[in-house]
RNA sequence: GGCGCGAUAGCAAAGCGGUUAUGCACCGGAUUGCAAAUCCGUGUAGGUGGGUUCGACUCCCGCUCGCGCCUCCA
């Protein structure tokens, strides 16, 4: 029975689908302004896991993760870029499509895009209003009446009265309550816009994915994820709008992935401290990567350092020698097995994926002792399902250079080899010693068996 | 100020009221021409003060420290 710490509730939870063998699965994607941050790829690769998992456990999945191609920072970047919005919109669409294949994510079943839903938000803002929880201000604006939505606050247990103690004094709103959000922003001179009933205007932030997710998957779907900072306000009102327009449930299941941070600190836009994918995969395999954030449990924070990344490169490898040492036979994953059921188990208590990476270990030492190709095939089947050790170990053992050296071609190498060979058949050791050293002191560590030499990058 | 989360060995990171987490690093042994890899083995934990219990890293309370949200942010 697989068991989900259901953000909404704040305890674990068994999962029951809406509907019996299926799942609804909707995650807040990417606003496409710039290049996808370390936070990002959580998000990717914490959500691909878990609709991977769900697959894997029999049920069938529909999962949306939207992209939001119009807001204030697309707006202004553009302007600044001096090109138009939809050539921003799509070159970033097109730079997160790379990074998030590079990282192993599959695509999800529908990546809605806000533009293409101003109907449906249209529609549901007309919704809300005549449910009078939506109204237009003086300034043009169509806002949300937060004070009469009841329940308001029960996703991030805030109460209003608290929230209203931080406020600061906002004038020219033109909101009846400053805690009411936009749903539909007037025009502004030289912004784009969309005609409605309120006038030109544009959508607020909030009302895609209320949208979106009701046109794909309807107005009561099974999962919601996210990361934690859009708990509040995001989530928050897109329950208000989405139960405020259907007047039903709006999700079961709320799911936030926990922060990246770097020296203890949220790694964010606005601190400056963030890391792009790009960045990173220009040092470290993207496999490591994915590693990296899965062998952490979603809801922790994960810090960010490059000896960390060091760190999970030399586990990584470790399971890759292992499967090298003795080639699975086939990629299939018996139920049976110890090491599938105690990786199974892990799973289903809320992705305990470093618990799962744990039974990885511990069946890669029982396939270094047994050299079982059957063994071997379990590996390589779970980590399968984390969307790991997909690949040839010797391409990945050979394929990733450490941090800090130097680049040498397999040629090079292979030709010192072939001359330490010849050292050592004359039993010329200190020579042969003198080319393995030599080598080393660039990254390539050369092992010897009965076979022959093999290298692999330190 | 309001609300919430966390504190595990050198580093990273899980489960668990009593029995080895796991990985990296380290140490001893096997193996090797020497190594590497691998195997075997040892060691290093649970912020602090109380409480509950036969027994607590695990439950409860206080304290300290760290972090997050309350504003765009994955």
Known sequence: MLKIYNSLTREKQDFVPITPGSVRMYVCGMTVY??????????????????????????????????????????????????????????FIGLMDEDAAALG??????????????????????????????????????????????????LSGKSIDDLRAGERVDVDTGKDDPLDFVLWKQARQGEPFWPSPWGNGRPGWHIECSAMSSDLLGKHFDIHGGGQD???????????????????????YWMHNGFVRVDDEKMSK????????????KQYDPEVLRFFILRAHYRSPLNYSDAHLDDARQALSRLYTALKAAPPAAAEVDWHEPHAIRFSQAMNDDFNTPDACAALFDLASEVNRSRSAGLSSQLRGLAGLLGLL?????????????????????????????????????KDYVEADRIRSGLLAVGIVLEDDAQGTNWRRA
């Not at 895009?113 to 604006?141: C, F």
């Not at 859009?230 to 999700?251: T, W």
């Not at 990733?400 to 004359?426: D, F, H, Q, V, Y």
């Open 34 to 91: 710039d290049y996808c941050h370390l936070g990002h790829a959580r998000v990717l690769v914490v959500f691909d896991m878990v609709q991977r998992w769900l697959r894997a456990s029999g049920l069938q999945v529909c999962y949306v993760r939207n992209i939001t191609d119009i807001d204030d920072k697309i707006i202004r970047r553009a302007l600044a870029n001096k090109e138009s919005i939809s050539e921003l919109t799509d070159r």
């Open 105 to 154: 994510v599959e695509k999800p079943d529908h990546e809605p895009r806000a533009t293409q839903y101003i109907p449906q938000m249209l529609g549901l803002i007309k919704l809300l209003e005549k449910n009078g929880l939506a109204y237009q201000a003086t300034t043009g604006d169509v806002n949300f009446s937060v004070r009469k939505f009841p329940g308001y606050g029960k």
């Open 230 to 252: 859009l708990q509040f306000p995001h989530h928050e009102n897109e329950i208000a709008q989405s139960e405020g327009a259907h007047r039903c449930p709006f999700v079961n």
């Open 270 to 281: 606005s601190l400056g401290n963030f890391f792009t994918i790009r960045e990173i995969l």
């Open 390 to 426: 997909k690949r040839d170990p010797q391409g990945f053992l050979q394929g990733t250079p450490a941090l800090g050296t130097e680049e040498m071609s397999a040629e090079a190498i292979e030709m010192l080899i072939a001359n330490r060979l010849a050292a050592k058949k004359r």
